[in-house]
Nanobody, 123 residues
Framework: VQLVESGGGSVQAGGSLRLSCAGT?????????VGWFRQVPGKERERVAT????????YVHPYVKGRFTITRDKAKNALNLQMNSLKPDDTAMYYC?????????????????WGQGTQVTVS
């Protein structure tokens, strides 16, 4: 299983970015749970948004609700995160993660597969 994120970059506050996570060795639509997490240095990795196997959005962090949207592109075997109205506090390394077992948990430790991350910087 390999996950590769893309789409990060530097943007001014109020701007938008679209992150994408491409999966190889796995059909993301067959996973029980897929999601986006983020982490800043010195802080724990936090859950941003997760989606279960049937495409239902399970969780969206309250701070990003209404600004970020998690979607899945079955044709491209990809997971996306559309980020609008970005704020400086959204600055972080963003990771996609996949869980093949049942459930869509809250803890990063319960997701066995991770991408390498893509940096998002909002100024």
């Amino acid at each position: 299983v390999q996950l590769v994120e893309s789409g990060g970059g530097s943007v001014q506050a109020g701007g938008s970015l679209r992150l994408s996570c491409a999966g190889t060795g796995i059909h993301l639509s067959s996973a029980f749970c897929v999601g986006w997490f983020r982490q800043v240095p010195g802080k724990e990795r936090e859950r941003v948004a997760t989606m279960n196997g049937d495409g239902t959005v399970v969780y969206v962090h309250p701070y990003v609700k209404g600004r970020f949207t998690i979607t899945r592109d079955k044709a491209k075997n990809a997971l996306n995160l559309q980020m609008n109205s970005l704020k400086p506090d959204d600055t972080a390394m963003y990771y996609c993660a996949v869980r093949l077992n049942t459930g869509c948990p809250t803890r990063p430790a319960d997701f066995p597969y991770w991408g390498q991350g893509t940096q998002v910087t909002v100024s």
